[in-house]
T-cell receptor, first 111, second 114 residues
Framework: AQSVAQPEDQVNVAEGNPLTVKCTYSVSGNPYLFWYVQYPNRGLQFLLKYITGDNLVKGSYGFEAEFNKSQTSFHLKKPSALVSDSALYFCAVKGNNRLAFGKGNQVVVIP | DSGVTQTPKHLITATGQRVTLRCSPRSGDLSVYWYQQSLDQGLQFLIQYYNGEERAKGNILERFSAQQFPDLHSELNLSSLELGDSALYFC?????????????FGEGSRLTVL
């Protein structure tokens, strides 16, 4: 079954520094991968997706993600973090008519 | 605003009771998905409907049931509630079923079972 793993519970980063949130995946066949963000007391919001094509995918709010087939990874990145980026980030993979989500990473951007 | 509407936003009830959560998908979306979010289990897929028909089933308990009506809104029924059912229940919608597009999530219904 398709699954994703987010190895870190929390990521702390200083404002203005690069932000990376890690995700590895396990799929049979070609992976369809997604990143979502959840702000406090809100639903999940789509950030970006990888279906095919360029390994570097650009998304909303200045985020991008790098697909690496050999390492089965799909890490989320932002060159310069903002305090407003503090939220819960979910990696997800498509399979069997559903998205399977990772457990989420809490990102804390320190002013 | 995602365009997905969930009611009620908050619900407090007692063990053994039954509740119904309602979801109106985004205009034009035919698929509805239900997810349960809890601290210990993360975000768990429960069930998906497409144009009124069940398409996929996840970790949904037998005490839970759902349906999608002709106007495409969906209801999730939770019965014989237990303390462990306390969670945030999300509905999401999408145009089709292939999931090559993104899901649009509502803001959730927070259920507290006392």
């Amino acid at each position: 079954a398709q699954s994703v793993a987010q190895p870190e519970d929390q990521v702390n980063v200083a404002e203005g520094n690069p932000l990376t949130v890690k995700c590895t995946y396990s799929v049979s066949g070609n992976p369809y991968l997604f990143w979502y963000v959840q702000y406090p007391n809100r639903g999940l919001q789509f950030l970006l997706k990888y279906i095919t094509g360029d390994n570097l995918v650009k998304g909303s709010y200045g985020f991008e993600a790098e697909f690496n087939k050999s390492q089965t990874s799909f890490h989320l990145k932002k060159p310069s973090a903002l305090v407003s980026d503090s939220a819960l980030y979910f990696c997800a993979v498509k399979g069997n008519n559903r998205l399977a989500f990772g457990k989420g990473n809490q990102v804390v951007v320190i002013p | 605003d995602s365009g997905v509407t969930q009611t009620p936003k908050h619900l407090i009830t007692a063990t053994g009771q039954r509740v119904t959560l309602r979801c109106s998908p985004r205009s034009g979306d035919l698929s509805v998905y239900w997810y349960q979010q809890s601290l210990d289990q993360g975000l768990q897929f429960l069930i998906q409907y497409y144009n009124g028909e069940e398409r996929a089933k996840g970790n949904i308990l037998e005490r839970f049931s759902a349906q999608q009506f002709p106007d495409l809104h969906s209801e999730l029924n939770l019965s014989s509630l237990e303390l462990g059912d306390s969670a945030l229940y999300f509905c999401a919608s999408s145009r089709g079923t292939a999931n090559t597009g993104e899901l649009f999530f509502g803001e959730g219904s927070r259920l507290t079972v006392l």
